[in-house]
């Protein structure tokens, strides 16, 4: 079965019943761009997971490294990546920190990014900072410069380049990151994409988008439906980083000889960056949701034009609402094709909103003072039209907001 466009905009939506457990007709969930309801065949891959222990004992690990090459083969082709090598990690942190472990900071201390990084860059390079560390950070808004920027902030000091494809907190793409890519490589200077909010909801090409060269860090928690624990490093083809953190999967061809002189060897490819035995139900749940993708149609071309059109409607909605700018103001300083999967509404009243919308059951998140609204391919039409009317109707409401906000 292929599912359309039109499909997906009906009552009910030709995807709710496969994610009956998450109760996607009952409640309106908006918080795509940070997780989304996982389909019920989840639920049957856990349990696989643990039938395939309870069956095989310590044999379970080739089904186990079976299951993670399907979710590598999965992350690569949403990518349409095929020469790219893919290592598997619980989250962006840990792969950042091996990552990071592997550039030559004591002859290269400077770190160049922005001031736009989620938590897991952005407090880990604050920290490398109070360590003398040099992290120089030019500003996210406006994201169409922001490629250009840091090219002029790369001189030979350089380690590194860390920058996101979409702001998490602005929903800000990032135009011009394959010119960016060709003058790291020109350079020397490894460049770190963290396409978290990119992935599955934006097409990504890494060829046509010139970026062969670079490194990626993301996963599928958010647009691509597989719960937690499936994050991944991308590597380019001709990596030789030697990562100081360093678990002993990335050295499985040398157990044999159990060589204890000499350097540390890697693996080459996806395991260059592996670390040490791990629970591997997260990939066995990984690898049945990108097969019912595959079942379903839901290519990222497709998921790309739902999202625009949810988008489309969740704004038209919103601004024909007509509400008052001092309590509520959609950022529209770059338009929705130059967005990633979400909306984001400026308003002191945030949190508060948040909490209400929640009591009539659309659920939205904010960041702040910043509103956060993003839709999935599960949400219908009149479910989108339901959420921004309960949205609008809350600021335009006697009384609704007249609270002092929360700060």
């Known amino acids: 079965m292929t599912v359309t466009l039109e499909q997906l905009r009906a009552t009910p939506n030709a995807l709710a019943a496969h994610y009956s457990r998450f109760r996607v007709d009952e409640r309106i969930l908006l918080t795509g761009h940070s997780h989304q309801a996982w389909p019920d065949c989840c639920r049957e891959a856990q349990l696989e997971a643990w039938d395939d222990a309870a069956r095989y004992g310590d044999d379970k690990w080739s089904h186990a490294f079976a299951k993670a090459a399907q979710v590598q083969r999965g992350f690569a082709r949403v990518a349409n990546d095929p020469d790219g090598h893919y290592t598997l990690g619980e989250n962006t942190h840990t792969l950042l920190v091996q990552w990071l472990s592997a550039l030559p900071l004591r002859t290269r201390p400077r770190i160049v990014t922005t001031d736009g990084e989620f938590h897991s860059a952005r407090r880990q390079l604050q920290r490398l900072a109070e360590e003398g560390i040099e992290i120089h950070s030019v500003a996210s808004v406006p994201a169409a410069d922001v490629a250009d920027k840091l090219i002029r902030a790369i001189d030979n000091r350089t380690a ?35 396409v978290y909010h990119h992935l599955n909801v934006v097409p990504l090409d890494v060829a046509a988008d010139g970026l ?72 066995y749940r990984a690898a049945r949701v990108f097969e019912f993708f595959d079942e379903q149609g839901l290519t990222p071309q497709l998921l790309h034009s739902v999202n625009r059109h949810q988008l489309a409607l969740l704004a038209d909605g919103f601004d024909r609402g007509d509400t008052d700018p001092n309590l509520i103001l959609r950022d529209k300083r770059v338009s929705l094709a130059e967005r990633g999967g979400f909306l984001t509404f400026r308003t002191p009243f945030a949190a508060k909103l948040k909490s209400q919308l929640a009591e009539s059951g659309v659920i939205v998140d904010n960041r702040g003072d910043t509103l956060r609204i993003g839709p999935a391919p599960y949400c219908s039409d009149a479910q989108l039209t339901a959420a921004v ?10 009384g609704a907001l007249t609270e002092s906000p929360r700060r």
């Not at 380049?161 to 394959?178: A, D, K, N, Q």
């Not at 009317?389 to 006697?398: F, P, R």
């Open 389 to 398: 009317s309960a949205l609008v109707d809350l600021v335009s409401g006697t």
């Open 212 to 283: 062969g060269t670079a490194y990626f860090v993301g996963g599928g928690y958010k647009y691509c439906q597989l719960g937690e624990g499936n994050c991944f490093l991308r590597l380019p083809p001709d990596c030789q980083l030697r990562p100081v953190i360093t678990g002993w999967f990335a050295e499985f061809q040398h157990l044999a000889s159990q060589r204890m002189t000499g350097p540390v060897p890697y693996e080459q490819g996806a395991l260059r960056f592996a670390g040490a035995t791990y629970d591997p139900t997260a990939h």
């Open 160 to 194: 590194a380049v860390i920058v996101s494809s979409v702001f998490y907190h602005t929903g800000h793409r990032v135009p011009e990151l394959g010119e960016l890519a060709r003058y790291c490589a020109q350079h020397g200077v490894p460049l770190l994409v963290d």
